[in-house]
């Protein structure tokens, strides 16, 4: 860590509202696009930004710096999406078990369009097919394809937010490019299968 972000850190754990403020300003937008990226959606996107600032306040005593703050957070926001996630499907499973029962759910579950922040106007279309199949993945590739190819973290920032070695991210990385390429291109055969239907 650099000296500025051990001082504001040190002021962070005496209790500085001024020092969180500052947190807050520093790093929302590198929390939040990376949650968005995880749960692809606007709201609980921001719901859950609150929540990591939440655990950051509370929990900041226990930070050590034998790493580096932005390490911590990624950890501490990662764990707040897949939690969420985890809720979210608890939730369906519900849902369909009530649906069973003949009773109504009205609230919807189902992914929603969103706007990553990261992702260029021209490239929408492109990335809204490859955060759909990123949620057919496993988690610890997911993630750290997210944090490379998203957040634009190298494998040693990446192997230490996951508390993972070097090569196991870059196994990681190789495993979700892999099946990313083989989920795309059944997603782009399915596609075009259906516009042939569709025009005939």
Aim: net charge positive.
């Amino acid at each position: 860590m650099n000296q500025l972000e051990v001082e504001l850190i040190r002021r962070l754990q005496q209790g500085e509202q001024e020092a969180f403020k500052n947190v807050v300003d520093l790093y929302q937008d590198m929390v939040y696009n990376t949650v968005l990226s995880i749960v692809q959606n606007d709201e609980d996107a921001e719901d859950i930004t609150q929540e990591v600032f939440v655990q950051v306040h509370q929990s900041v005593s226990l930070f050590k710096s034998d790493s580096k703050f932005s390490t911590w957070l990624y950890r501490i926001t990662i764990t707040k999406a897949l939690d969420h996630e985890k809720r979210k499907k608890r939730k369906k499973r519900f849902a369909f078990v009530q649906s069973l029962f003949g009773e109504k759910e009205e609230t919807q579950y189902h992914p929603i369009e969103f706007n990553h922040p990261g992702v260029q106007l021209e490239n929408k279309e492109k990335a809204g097919e490859l955060f759909k199949v990123l949620q057919q993945i496993p988690n610890n590739q997911r993630i750290a394809f997210t944090l490379n190819k998203i957040e634009g973290l190298n494998n040693q920032e990446i192997a230490a937010i996951m508390n993972t070695s070097f090569y196991a991210v870059e196994s990681l990385l190789a495993r979700a490019k892999t099946n990313l390429k083989k989920k795309l291109k059944n997603y782009y055969l399915q596609q075009s299968a259906k516009k042939n239907s569709d025009d005939k």
